[in-house]
């Protein structure tokens, strides 16, 4: 199987953009850019999320007990990439506030799930994360969208 290829092909399906963040063992908060995050469940209400195991933000999610997924508005490209990179005061930017459940959460997003973790599962070279919805926020704002290696806006109805 040609990995490039195989890639190519995963990135013509179009994703939101998210940021995942915790609060580590020492407080700190954790964040990073995720485009695999899925609803699972409304009964119980389950999201669903990966992190490749290489990642050293690893322990940090491993050792948490709840997180948060950030969805990103069209306007938030910069702090997509902010956190996609290494850079080390992520947090330096953007509206943060510790949720009411104990995690990170961005003011004007389009949307914050607050969750708990519900199950952890190794799946080839990623971690799948499983969470528990405690409380989620939404607002109208128009999502950042990810396509074949490029920032998306939402286009017409039809």
């Given amino acids: 199987m040609d990995a490039r290829r195989l890639r190519t092909a995963l990135g ?9 963040s915790c609060v580590d063992e020492a407080g700190a908060y954790v964040g990073l ?8 469940s409304l009964d119980p209400p389950l999201v669903l999320w990966s992190l490749r195991r290489e ?9 948490a007990s ?6 990103l508005t069209e306007s938030q490209i910069g702090l997509s990439r902010r956190f996609a990179s290494a850079h080390a ?3 330096a930017e953007g509206d943060w506030s510790l ?3 104990g995690t990170p959460v961005l003011k004007d997003g389009a949307a914050v799930f607050e969750c708990e973790f519900h199950a952890r599962q190794d799946a080839g070279d990623h971690r799948l994360y499983i969470g528990r919805v405690l409380a989620f926020h939404e607002s109208a704002r128009a ?3 990810y396509r074949s290696g490029h920032y998306h806006r939402l286009g017409d109805v039809i």
């Fill in 66 to 71: 709840r997180f948060s997924v950030n969805v």
């Fill in 12 to 20: 013509r399906f179009t994703t939101g953009i998210t940021i995942v």
């Fill in 55 to 63: 990642s050293p933000n690893l322990g940090a999610f491993e050792a």
């Fill in 99 to 101: 949720g009411a459940h």
């Fill in 143 to 145: 999502p950042l969208l």
């Fill in 89 to 91: 005061h992520r947090f």
């Fill in 33 to 40: 850019t995720v485009n695999s995050f899925n609803s699972v």
